[in-house]
């Protein structure tokens, strides 16, 4: 989407945090997704935050919104193996539900 | 709770031939129900929007006469891509909207080969 843009790469190491970052550009966005696609599958639901929120956290998961900048990142802390995937970020800004994409930040983990 | 299921995981068909997808949502009502199709490495691109009880949305550029959809109840929408040829081969995923909430939950896709 390019109203949504990720950076498409993030390597870490197992243990340490990931960051990734997203920025959207419609300021009316009402709600900020965070989608993991595995390999071969579909996409699983991680996490969302209202736009008037500025922090959501769930267990390793943090989400800060900054709406001023319009910046969206997920922080996932203790980052393991299983958490290599590639990571959606997606807005939601009308009424008829439409999601926008990135195009998808494709996290490796390295032991 | 909030689990799609999509059918067939995987098919190969043959070129001219028509292939129907079903989504369900298992668990909870879907008035809306969404479908994607996701090219290698990109990211998913939106198709048409499924609507229970009338006719689809679909988005600019794609065809409603070959990407034909049905949202015949309130927790099945299906796809049929009529005429299926080789371009068309991708992985298409739908999703549903639970009634009242703005939250979309995805299928696990559906792998589409045409030879």
């Known amino acids: 989407g390019e109203d949504v843009e990720q950076s498409l790469f993030l390597s870490v190491r197992e243990g340490d945090s990931s960051v990734i970052n997203c920025t959207y550009t419609?300021?009316?966005?009402?709600?900020l997704y965070w989608y993991k696609q595995e390999p071969g599958a579909g996409l699983q639901l991680l996490t969302y935050?209202?736009?008037?929120?500025d922090m959501k956290q769930d267990q390793r998961l943090t989400v800060l919104l900054n709406k001023k900048d319009k910046h969206l990142s997920l922080r996932i802390a203790d980052t393991q193996t299983g958490d290599s995937a590639i990571y959606f970020c997606?807005?939601?800004?009308?009424?008829?539900?439409?999601?926008?994409f990135g195009a998808g930040t494709t996290v490796t983990v390295r032991a | 709770g909030a689990v799609v299921s999509q059918h067939p995981s995987r098919v190969i068909c043959k070129s001219g031939t028509s292939v129907k997808i079903e989504c369900r949502s298992l668990d909870f009502q879907a008035t809306t129900m969404f479908w994607y199709r996701q090219f290698p490495k990109q990211s998913l691109m939106l198709m048409a929007t499924?609507?229970?009880?009338?006719?689809?949305?679909?988005e600019q550029g794609v065809e409603k006469d070959k990407f034909l959809i049905n949202h015949a109840s309130l927790t099945l929408s299906t796809l049929t891509v009529t005429s299926a040829h080789p371009e068309d081969s991708s992985f298409y995923i739908c999703?549903?909207?639970?009634?009242?909430?703005?939250?979309?939950?995805f299928g696990p896709g559906t792998r589409l080969l045409v030879l």
């Open positions: 935050i209202f736009s008037n929120m």
């Open positions: 419609d300021s009316s966005s009402t709600y």
């Open positions: 999703s549903a909207r639970v009634a009242g909430e703005g939250t979309q939950y």
């Open positions: 997606a807005e939601s800004i009308r009424d008829d539900y439409k999601l926008s």
């Open positions: 499924s609507n229970e009880g009338s006719k689809a949305t679909y």
